[in-house]
């Protein structure tokens, strides 16, 4: 009878409870961090009703994950892992001191104007504590190759995309409850509170992180005192492994989908509900990144987890094409539930195999500089596509609507196609428009174009959508967009 796979964890492990003691103290810290970032999003938005502030938000932080990747990496490498966690949060707490304080003593009135440096500072300082605690993730890795046995290890990578998901589910209801509350400063507070307790937390765990035996063989450990970011050593272990970069820039191809949500999600869903009811949606979203992490950790990723990996993503593209098709928040709920599932299971197969294939000694490099090549398409996709929505798009949504966008079309065609195709139209138009005492279109520019065919009796009346706080008929009476 084929042997059954060990669970997860065993608890009567030391190295076992030390791994799940790090996991809550990550989870804790991490809860709180990306409270920190989901509520400066919101809040934002709330303050300034600019997709643009969003999508600047968005590029700031994976801008700043991307770049401190590989330097974070080489500190985990070169130091020792709780060393290395606990600076992570101490220097967390003393940034969001700084941000209270400064939160404090600023005007309110100077954070509504997107163009307001005030605002920018508090921002940027604010999400410096956050990607501060990037750190950990990277460490967390590493860690489970030195506390786990191999056999084990998807499915302890299992428990960290719980982790993850237990994450998203507590930010985002509690995210959304302080903005609402009291904007930044019940979130400044409570970030302060569980910081603090989470570095106490951690001074009383003992963690062995020496490298494993190879052949009964202790590896060499890296000097500490070299804390250069060793770019080409880790350039050199990728192309070392057959298929690692590949794996990498698929990876990186895959974060420009990453970016547009993070651009443009936040704002999309608060155009259709409240922050309360977003937050509260995104919690119980987030149920499907714990039970795609906990069905990781029982299951397990079969044989092939790169066959694995390339599934999913195909599925996560196809879905995020779709659900997007109309405004709709049954579409979004639906289409990011599945996204949430599976993503647990892409992000466990690729730390898997990079467990498996990179030296222990350099994983913290190799996993910042995944980090970093894989967060650098985000920024990308976030700078870009914030702004393209902001003057294009949702422009476009408060003028008249896209069936009169064909007139840039026409205007280009040459006189006589238009004649040999389009006569007959009109000739049909204007027999229709007799019939009746009145002929309604949205765009003014159409109304002379069916006056000048000889259409008569033609008034305009530019349409909207109407949604709370976002677009509205009047908006769009005003628009001279075309």
Request: aromatic fraction near 10%; hydrophobic fraction near 55%.
């Amino acid at each position: 009878m084929p042997s059954t796979k060990p669970s997860a964890l065993d608890l009567s492990l030391a190295a076992h409870r030390t791994f799940l003691h790090l996991l809550i103290n990550t989870l804790i810290v991490s809860v709180i961090n990306f409270t920190v970032w989901f509520a400066v999003t919101f809040w934002v938005f709330l303050e300034t009703r600019s997709v643009l502030a969003t999508g600047l938000v968005a590029g700031i932080f994976l801008i700043a994950t991307a770049s401190s990747g590989i330097w974070f990496g080489s500190l985990v490498d070169h130091y020792r892992k709780k060393r290395v966690m606990q600076a992570s949060a101490l220097i967390s707490l003393v940034i969001y001191v700084g941000s209270f304080v400064f939160y404090q003593l600023t005007p309110e009135s100077a954070f509504t104007e997107v163009s307001s440096p005030r605002l920018w500072i508090f921002v940027v300082l604010t999400m410096a504590g956050v990607i501060t605690g990037n750190i950990r993730a990277i460490a967390m890795q590493t860690l489970v190759t030195v506390l786990i046995e191999e056999d084990r290890r998807d499915k302890a990578n299992g428990l960290v995309g719980t982790a993850t998901g237990v994450t998203f589910l507590i930010t985002s209801v509690i995210s959304g409850l302080l903005v609402a509350a009291g904007d930044m400063f019940y979130v400044l507070l409570l970030a302060i509170g569980v910081v603090a307790l989470a570095v106490v937390h951690l001074g009383f765990v003992s963690v062995d992180d020496r490298p494993p035996a190879v052949d009964g063989v202790e590896p060499v450990a890296v000097d500490a005192g070299t804390n250069k970011v060793d770019l080409r050593g880790t350039l050199r272990i990728v192309r070392g492994v057959p298929g690692l970069l590949a794996l990498i820039g698929f990876a990186c191809f895959n974060n420009f989908l990453a970016g547009a949500y993070m651009a443009l999600l936040d704002a999309y869903g608060l155009s259709l509900m409240s922050v309360q009811a977003w937050g509260l949606l995104w919690g119980a979203l987030s149920a499907g990144f714990i039970i795609g992490g906990l069905a990781v950790a029982r299951t397990g990723l079969g044989q092939n987890p790169l066959k694995l990996l390339l599934v999913v993503n195909l599925i996560l593209w196809g879905v995020t094409c779709l659900f997007p098709l109309r405004s709709s928040v049954i579409l979004l709920t639906a289409g990011m539930a599945v996204y949430m599932l599976l993503v647990p299971y892409a992000e466990a197969a690729e730390q898997t195999i990079l467990q498996k294939v990179v030296p222990y000694e350099r994983q913290g490099r190799v996993f910042g500089f995944a980090q970093s090549v894989e967060q650098a398409a985000s920024p990308l996709t976030a700078f870009l596509i914030g702004p393209l929505t902001q003057i294009v798009f949702r422009a476009g949504a408060r003028s008249d609507p896209i069936g009169s966008y064909v007139k840039p079309i026409a205007e280009r065609l040459p006189w006589r196609w238009r004649e040999k195709f389009v006569k007959p139209a009109w000739a049909y138009l204007r027999a229709v428009c007799r019939r009746f005492d009145v002929t309604v279109v949205a765009g003014h520019w159409l109304e002379q174009e069916l006056k000048q065919r000889g259409c008569q009796r033609v008034r305009t009346v530019p349409f909207a959508v109407s949604a709370p706080s976002s677009f509205s008929v009047a908006a769009a009476t005003s628009s001279t967009a075309l």
